[in-house]
């Protein structure tokens, strides 16, 4: 008897919890080698992605928002200064306090990143019509809203 060595065992193929896992990790990994090949990782995009869609954060609560340990937030913010794609002001009357901008460079980057990010989308969600794949982002976003403890209603958009 032959072994399929790809194939997934049924019974994980009924947990949609192990099918998002998977299918996130997927479309993670697709997104990052995207983003590997403009020198960039996921948490570059991540903080792109909130510096556009909600404006200039200081420094230790963009780090919050975005679930990311302080001390990385520097050094990704280190990156996108030194590559001209984020600005930072020290606040003058407390000088611990750093406000970050997306600088016009850094905007348009975002936007040819929102395309790679499109692409990958389209690659992962082939399979699925537009009304199929509406319906996948309305539930998924349910879902992550109220796993964030909210509605799990849409942001409002940029």
């Known amino acids: 008897m032959r072994v399929n060595e790809n194939e997934t065992p049924p019974s994980l193929l009924e947990l949609t919890t192990y099918l998002m896992s998977r299918t996130g990790k997927t479309a993670r990994s697709r997104l990052a080698e995207r983003l590997a090949d403009r020198g960039l990782r996921l948490r570059h995009m991540a903080v792109l992605a909130a510096l556009v869609d909600l404006g200039p954060h200081v420094q230790r609560e963009l ?25 930072r002001v020290r606040d003058t009357t407390d000088r611990r306090r750093v406000t970050v901008t997306v600088s016009p460079a850094g905007r348009a980057l975002y936007e040819r990143l929102q395309a790679d990010a499109t692409a990958v989308q389209d690659e992962v ?24 403890g909210g509605s799990g209603t849409q942001w409002p958009s940029r």
């Open 63 to 87: 780090a919050v928002r975005l679930a990311i340990d302080r001390s990385d937030i520097v050094k990704i913010i280190d990156e996108l200064g030194a590559a001209g794609l984020v600005e």
């Open 125 to 148: 969600l082939a399979s699925l019509n537009a009304r199929e794949r509406a319906r996948l982002t309305a539930l998924l976003t349910r879902v992550y809203g109220h796993l964030q």
